[in-house]
């Protein structure tokens, strides 16, 4: 599916501020600062997938394309457990 330059826009905004987010958190830097205290640094890596539709037509109504989907690795979600991030699992 082509989209528009708003709508690129929006999702790049929509990143920014889920990565201003994990940044700013106080448990995410107490989390890391436990870490270094610890003796280890760490690297966060969250892949983030956005699927975007149309409003309307036949997707509304069940004839569409699936719901987008969120893949985690079992790093990904040791990392979220730890960081105290709930998720449920559809599996």
């Known amino acids: 599916m082509e989209i528009n330059d708003e709508a690129k826009q929006i999702v790049q905004e929509l990143g ?3 990565n201003a987010a ?3 958190s106080a448990e995410v830097a107490a989390a890391i600062e436990r ?3 610890a003796g280890y640094e760490m690297e966060l890596t969250l892949r983030l997938e956005i699927g975007l539709r149309e409003h309307g ?3 509304d109504e069940g004839g569409g394309e ?3 989907r969120l893949e985690l690795t079992d790093e990904d ?3 979220l457990r730890s960081m105290k991030i709930r ?3 559809q599996e």
């Open 16 to 18: 920014a501020a889920i």
């Open 22 to 24: 994990v940044e700013g």
């Open 35 to 37: 870490l270094r205290e």
């Open 57 to 59: 037509g036949e997707a």
């Open 66 to 68: 699936d719901p987008a």
């Open 77 to 79: 979600r040791r990392t």
């Open 87 to 89: 998720f449920d699992e």
